[in-house]
């Protein structure tokens, strides 16, 4: 995978041998929602997939869950949380 940073957030190129075919991108961008929560949005094309489109959006969108309850529950623990935020 080849990986790009900028302001509003990265992704990632896939390589030759991805399941999902060389020149796929998934991109990430945090931003916080009218009720000042923070939020993951991650985005996905395809090039070339392996899998049927309806599997492999309904494998992404697992992993991608259980990667932001993740990096939420760190976020919690590590960033001083109370119920006025976190800080």
């Known amino acids: 995978m080849k990986y790009y940073g900028d302001a509003s957030g990265y992704h990632f190129d896939t390589l030759p041998g991805h ?4 020149g796929s991108t998934v991109a990430f961008r945090f931003h916080t929602d009218s009720n000042g929560w923070l939020r993951l949005e991650v985005k996905g094309w395809v090039t070339d997939p392996e899998l049927p489109d309806w599997l492999n959006k309904a494998g992404a969108y697992t992993r991608w869950v ?5 990096l939420g529950d760190n976020l919690h623990t590590n960033q ?3 119920a006025n935020g976190c800080g």
Not at 66 to 70: L, Q, T
Request: charged share 50%.
């Open 19 to 22: 399941f999902d075919g060389e």
């Open 66 to 70: 259980k990667f932001a309850a993740k």
């Open 80 to 82: 001083k949380c109370d």
